[in-house]
């Protein structure tokens, strides 16, 4: 049940990002990159249609003023909001080692009797805390050990626990690849659109009225180059999402080895008899 709420609280939260996005990227696009783009290419047709020399200056409001460059940055955008709250999930999970769940210290001994009592610091942590990895994995350990009495199954269950978590957060970043996957695709949707308007409009290149195919190629080019470019800043984040996460997951592993695991201690058979 908890983490059916918390996937619906982040389905809902990218949509929300993704419409947001858009929104903001649009009142841009409208109010400034296109009008300027559109001024700038004005003029330049008509200092070319005057005969002037001039020397064409490149413009990023006339490389970024087509359909398909503001569709990556919309993309752009979406990805690193998505990116952004796992980053401060995995950041939530990081701030959980600074807590003292386990009050283990050298010389201590914890029998499987303790195990219920150990659990109480964990369980009384407010619902959202009990929802990260490692109070998760310390209350399995420690239901493990009060069951089983064996520490080679406390072990196994701790990295099953961190394996599936790690499968679960690779997963999840699924919607991110895809992003990174679709905003070249985009680019180069862009240059096939370009370049079929560019031949289109060939006769007229013939006839010496190039500044329609220039335009065209235009698109083509801008298109291809911008959506590289931002797929290569994606990309870069989602790496460092990547390590952050897979080291969020080791640390976590290591802190049960580190803080109970090592402190679990079983009464051999024999000795309860003599006693």
Known sequence: MKNTKTSHFEFLYQVFALILSFIIVH????????????????????????GEDYIVQRSWY???????QEAC????????????????????????????????????SILPEDARELSR??????????????????????????STRNIADVSHSVKEVCETESDRLDSELAMVRYIAWAIPSIGFIGTVRGIGEALGQAHRAVEGDIAGV?????????????????SIVIMFFTHQL???????????????????????RVREPAAREVA
């Open 242 to 264: 990547q390590l952050l996460q897979e080291k969020t997951v080791l640390d976590t592993q290591h802190y049960v080895d580190d803080n109970l695991i090592r402190y679990l």
């Open 214 to 230: 220039t335009v065209s190629l235009g698109v083509a080019f801008n298109s291809t180059f911008i959506a590289l470019v931002i």
């Open 73 to 108: 940055f919309v993309l752009m955008f979406w990805a690193l909001a998505i990116m952004g709250y796992k980053a401060k999930r995995a950041m939530d999970e990081r701030k959980m080692f600074q807590h003292p769940l386990v009050n283990a210290t050298e010389g201590t």
């Open 27 to 50: 009142t841009v696009y409208v109010a400034m990159i296109r009008p300027n783009a559109d001024a700038i290419l004005q003029e330049q047709l008509e200092r070319q249609e005057a």
């Open 121 to 146: 610091p964990v369980q009384a942590l407010p619902e959202p805390k009990q929802n990260l990895l490692l109070p998760r994995t310390l209350l399995t350990a420690l239901q493990r050990f009060g």
């Open 62 to 68: 006339v490389v970024m003023k087509d359909y398909e």
